[in-house]
């Protein structure tokens, strides 16, 4: 079993900056395979911040427009969101999203999801 724990968020101004991070533990982790970000805000449906695969190049849903970076640390099994310039609009809960290899003993995919930190951004 693994978890997923979010922590970073809180009340901002709009133009300001949040960083989230997201600890991943748990028994016989492999790796972290891809890892990703999303928000739901209240009365919409959950949304992709930003994914970011092994070995790969993170990409960011259309709203961020330049303004987040995700980064992942795999020697630390975290993964963390920076996020600048945050706007009303950007208030939601965030979840942090991972699928990771662990070895059960057979190695396996599981995906597992934090239970998300709260981003408010006053106008």
């Known amino acids: ?4 724990v ?4 809180g ?3 709009s ?9 991943v533990s748990g028994k016989n ?23 970011f695969p092994s070995g790969g190049v993170a990409n ?7 303004r987040f970076t995700m980064s992942r640390d795999n020697a630390k099994n975290m993964v ?7 706007k009303p609009e950007d208030t939601a809960v965030y979840y942090c999203n991972a699928n990771i290899l662990v070895e059960q003993p057979i190695r396996i ?12 951004v006053s106008s």
């Open 1 to 4: 079993q693994v978890q997923l």
């Open 6 to 9: 979010e922590s970073g968020g």
């Open 11 to 13: 009340t901002v101004q």
């Open 15 to 23: 133009g300001g900056s949040l960083r989230l991070s997201c600890t």
């Open 29 to 51: 982790i492999i790796k972290i395979n891809t890892a990703g970000w999303y928000r739901q805000a209240p009365g919409k449906q959950r949304e992709l911040v930003a994914r």
């Open 60 to 66: 960011y849903g259309d709203f961020v427009k330049g």
């Open 80 to 86: 963390y969101l920076q996020m600048n310039g945050l």
């Open 109 to 120: 995919d599981l995906e597992s999801w934090g239970k998300g930190t709260l981003v408010t």
